[in-house]
């Protein structure tokens, strides 16, 4: 019932930038956490940045003072400036939403590949 839908990747040169933005369909709920994961061929999937509800913000070490990420509420979207970019950070790119109702749940989006090369 819940999906979330991301864009915003592709091709980019070293030292670019990109931005990401996932949306999250419109259903009655509440999102406790919005984050972007992401994951490389052979590697396993790491978070890049979440964003909780009260606007609290976490960054993986690689991420930090390059990318931002940020939430547009009304929207139920999700961002994440990317700049500085680099080889290493070519990978799929997840957005997960952590949302509850009586229960909680996680929901992932498609994934959106990111290449950093020349």
């Known amino acids: 019932q819940v999906q979330l839908v991301e864009s915003g990747g592709g091709l980019v040169q070293p030292g670019g930038s990109l931005r990401l933005s996932c949306t999250v369909s419109?259903?009655?709920?509440?999102?406790?956490?919005m984050a972007w994961y992401r994951q490389a061929p052979g590697k396993q999937r790491e978070l890049v940045a979440e964003?909780?509800?009260?606007?609290?913000?976490n960054y993986a070490e690689f991420a930090k003072g390059r990318f931002t990420i940020s939430r547009d509420n009304a929207n139920d979207t999700v961002h994440l400036q990317m700049n500085s970019l680099k080889p290493e950070d070519t990978a799929v790119y997840y957005c997960?939403?952590?949302?509850?109702?009586?229960?909680?749940?996680?929901?992932w989006g498609q994934g959106t590949q990111v290449t950093v090369s020349s």
């Open positions: 964003i909780t509800s009260s606007g609290s913000r």
């Open positions: 997960k939403a952590d949302w509850s109702l009586y229960n909680s749940y996680v929901s």
């Open positions: 419109t259903v009655t709920f509440r999102i406790n956490t």
